[in-house]
T-cell receptor
């Protein structure tokens, strides 16, 4: 998973607190993605970005916001954390400018987030 | 909408046994198909891929064939090792660029 770094790796929050997860890639990739992984449900796409300054909603965007102010960074924000947002969050990136490319994604190692 | 369905786990095998993990998909158009592997505590790694019908992806002894007629992409390995113990995800990339995952299948290989 070289090239995609997620910060932090672990975090415990109380309900109602806010926080930001950082995804950084050094491969000059255009596309970046945030997923959440829950038992028995695979990975579900939260938001994604097709380039600096752009964002789009995925399958489960509610309760999350994102920003892509710099090409190498994709931030995922929780404004008011809820226990349902307890999950493992993965960031991914892909280098091509073609949205239908067959290039595989590069994944970070994940952020384990618990909301009490 | 587009979706991926995998056989449920966990799957428990003895070392050197034959492995099959079933995967079927629903998609419009011509998606690309992938198998990813996730080892404990790690992110996902691409295992193999196929980009068109009848393509066979292979890596590390694993292989899968893109079967458009049955909308399947089953993962196989002739002789599993303890080090193959992991969670395996089937996925498709649709023409909109999204990567859609199955729910994952946990494989446990016993010595």
């Amino acid at each position: 998973n070289a090239g995609v770094t997620q910060t932090p790796k672990f975090r415990v929050l109380k309900t109602g607190q806010s926080m930001t997860l950082l995804c950084a890639q050094d491969m000059n990739h255009e596309y970046m993605y945030w997923y959440r992984q829950d038992p028995g449900m695979g990975l579900r796409l939260i938001h994604y970005s097709v380039g600096e300054g752009t964002t789009a909603k995925g399958e489960v965007p509610d309760g999350y916001n994102v920003s892509r102010l710099k090409k190498q960074n994709f931030l995922l924000g929780l404004e008011s954390a809820a226990p349902s947002q307890t999950s493992v969050y993965f960031c991914a990136s892909i280098g091509t400018g073609l949205i239908n490319s067959n290039q595989p994604q590069h994944f970070g190692d994940g952020t384990r987030l618990s909301i009490l | 909408g587009d979706s991926v369905t995998q056989m449920e786990g966990p799957v428990t095998l003895s070392e050197e046994a034959f492995l099959t993990i079933n995967c079927t998909y629903t998609a419009t158009g011509y998606p690309s198909l992938f198998w990813y592997v996730q080892y404990p505590g790690e992110g996902l790694q691409l295992l193999l891929k196929a980009t068109k019908a009848d393509d066979k992806g292979s890596n590390k002894g694993f292989e899968a064939t893109y079967r458009k007629e049955t909308t399947s992409f089953h993962l196989e390995k002739g002789s599993v090792q303890v080090s193959d113990s992991a969670v395996y995800f089937c996925a498709l990339r649709n023409q909109g660029g999204k990567l859609i995952f199955g729910q994952g299948t946990e494989l446990s290989v016993k010595p």
